[in-house]
């Protein structure tokens, strides 16, 4: 069984060489906050234009979960957690189209 600090070494440099490239490029970000050895769980930061977003539950479950799983076996899920600062640095949620005041 590997150490839980080797196991947190490589989700954050999995977040960092294939994760933060595609969401920066949408003026996002995906960070590390905690991995829970025990339930295999990993909970991520989303800042930026990821906070928020619709669409940032679908990249996470899609694309960043499945990711993780396969570079670091040790993860079961993530979590994300939206960024609290995000509205005072000028980021607001998407809202769908059918959902808006129009």
């Known amino acids: 069984m590997r150490e839980h600090n080797e196991i947190v070494k490589d989700i954050k440099t999995v977040l960092e060489e294939k994760v933060t490239p595609s969401v920066a490029a949408h003026n996002g970000s995906i960070g590390f906050i905690n991995f829970a050895s025990d339930t295999g769980v990993a909970t991520l930061k989303l800042s930026g234009a990821c906070s928020g977003c619709a669409m ?3 990249t996470l479950q899609q694309g960043v979960e499945r990711l993780l799983k396969h570079y670091v076996p040790e993860v079961n899920s993530i979590v994300g957690e939206d960024d609290e600062k ?5 980021y607001k949620p998407f809202i769908p189209r059918d959902e808006r005041d129009v």
Request: net charge neutral.
């Open 86 to 90: 995000a509205a005072e640095q000028g």
């Open 56 to 58: 940032s539950k679908m």
